[in-house]
């Protein structure tokens, strides 16, 4: 089962929910507040080269580590 990203409107809360994809537009209830949150879009970065030497992130703007705009920054 695939993990989900979700993050609150009431309470700004973000959490990880592991569902079946039949149920990825739904939305979760919050744990800090108990509200309806939505799914929110996942950022991550992917590593690769030598040894994963290097990091690439996938839908620009900088890694999700620190998002400092350059890779190079981060030295994961």
Do not use: W
């Not at 992917?46 to 705009?69: K, L, N």
Request: charged share 15%.
């Amino acid at each position: 089962m695939p993990i989900y990203e979700y993050v609150c409107p009431d309470c700004k809360n973000r959490f990880e929910l592991m569902r079946p994809v039949s149920q990825y537009s739904n939305s979760a209830q919050c744990p800090a507040c108990k509200q309806q949150a939505n799914r929110a879009l996942s950022l991550f970065a992917c590593r690769s080269g030598s040894e994963f030497g290097t990091t690439t992130p996938i839908a620009g703007g900088g890694c999700a580590t620190c998002g400092g705009g350059s890779c190079s920054t981060c030295h994961i």
